[in-house]
């Protein structure tokens, strides 16, 4: 987030702020490369640029539906199938349905009548059996999640051609 953008003073929109500077971290980080410059391992990890934003989308639009208490697909294919692009898609379409999620979760955070509104974690491993969150602790996820991985893609971009994030 650039000390120019314009922050919210409310709680809500401080929050979504952080998130959107995450997003945009990760989305500099593919500015100027090709699909297959995006889609390669430049480093150590087997994680590639355009499988970064997958996962990134992917994560925002699950948290949502558990938050909204929809239904998502979530099996180990799917969450393996998430770091990197599959037959059809592009780094354009990729981009395109995470603006789309973003949309809904601004929406979703503003109609909301507190962030201390909570919902259940569903059934899983890595989370505490019968536990619940609040809105505010899903916001500050997602900035924990997308900070972790735009420092990852910071990695992969200087691996690949010396591209810093910070200049």
């Known amino acids: 987030m650039s000390i120019s953008q314009e922050v ?4 809500r929109g401080t929050l979504l702020a952080f998130v ?8 500099q980080a ?11 391992r430049h480093s150590a ?6 499988g970064l ?21 979530s099996t180990v294919e799917t969450h393996l ?18 603006e789309g999620i973003s949309a809904e979760l601004a929406q979703f955070v503003a109609d909301l009548p507190s962030l201390d509104e909570t919902f259940p974690l569903p059934p899983a491993p890595w989370f505490p059996e019968n536990h619940k969150v609040s809105m505010r602790w899903m916001l500050l996820h997602l900035v924990e999640e997308f900070a972790r991985h735009a420092g990852h893609a910071d990695v992969i971009r200087e691996s690949l051609d010396g591209t810093k994030a910070m200049g």
């Open 45 to 50: 990890s087997e994680l590639s640029l355009s």
């Open 20 to 27: 959107e500077a995450q997003r945009a971290a990760l989305r």
């Open 30 to 40: 593919v500015e100027g490369l090709s699909e297959e410059q995006a889609a390669g």
């Open 8 to 11: 919210l003073g409310d709680e």
């Open 53 to 73: 934003l997958k996962h990134a989308a992917q994560v925002e639009r699950n948290w949502l539906r558990m938050a909204q208490q929809q239904p998502y697909e």
């Open 81 to 98: 199938n998430g770091f990197k692009l599959l037959e059809g898609e592009t780094i354009p379409s990729v981009l395109a349905a995470w």
